[in-house]
């Protein structure tokens, strides 16, 4: 089935939002107990346990209206409903602070697979936003494999070092600026490696 294109803002707001929604939900309740059938439970889990099905309504919507989710997007919500799921479950925080290292885990051996070999897997789902040459598309493969294990070490150093709410804002804020600035600091590749539109 062929992608079909919404409004960028809703798209934003669907990828986006529950993330923040957690955020803010935190900020709320990181202070309070809760206690549900006869078990107490800290903001952190209750928050998570709202997550979930959120985040799946919004990933379906999402599918619904575009007709598509990327494999990060599947193995994501995959993950949330594992390891949040554990997290409530057990009533431990700790599985769903170990899931951005899974994710970035997984798809950092993924990529390393094809690298060696010598394919880039990278290059199949991105090659209609980023018209490289095969050279380009193996350096970044290479970048952005090693960048995946980089976040998967320090996302286990945050969370395992410092309080669950320095993890929170690490994961809300730092994850993103740490992908907003490695693609900034791709431009050179970009440019060097661009395909010739005259050419193809």
């Known amino acids: 089935m062929a992608t079909k294109q919404i409004n960028p803002f809703l ?3 669907l990828e986006f939002g529950p993330v923040l929604a957690f955020f803010a ?3 709320l309740l990181k202070d309070n107990t809760y206690v549900i059938g006869g078990r107490e439970y800290q903001g952190f889990v209750v928050v998570t346990a709202g997550f979930i099905p959120l985040m799946l309504l919004c990933t379906g919507i999402l599918w619904k209206l575009t007709g598509h989710l990327s494999a990060m997007q599947v193995v994501t919500a995959v993950l949330i409903v594992v390891f949040g799921g554990l997290s409530v479950w057990l009533n431990d925080e700790r599985f769903f602070k170990m899931k951005p290292t899974l994710i970035y885990l997984l798809f950092g051996f993924a990529l390393l697979a094809g690298i060696l070999r010598g394919e880039s897997y990278l290059r199949k789902v991105m090659e209609g936003l980023m018209p490289l040459q095969e050279e380009g598309w193996m350096i970044l493969t290479k970048r952005i494999c ?9 996302n286990e150093i945050v969370w395992r070092t410092m309080s669950t709410e320095s ?13 907003f600035v490695f693609f900034m600091t791709q431009s050179g590749l970009f440019k060097r490696y661009a395909l010739d539109a005259d050419k193809e």
């Not at 090693?146 to 070490?153: K, M, P, R």
């Not at 993890?167 to 992908?179: N, P």
Request: proline share 0%; aromatic share 28%; charged share 5%.
């Open 11 to 13: 798209k934003s707001a």
């Open 146 to 154: 090693a960048f995946f294990f980089g976040l998967a070490v320090l």
């Open 167 to 179: 993890w929170v804002y690490f994961k809300t804020f730092g994850l993103t600026a740490a992908v």
């Open 25 to 27: 939900a935190y900020l």
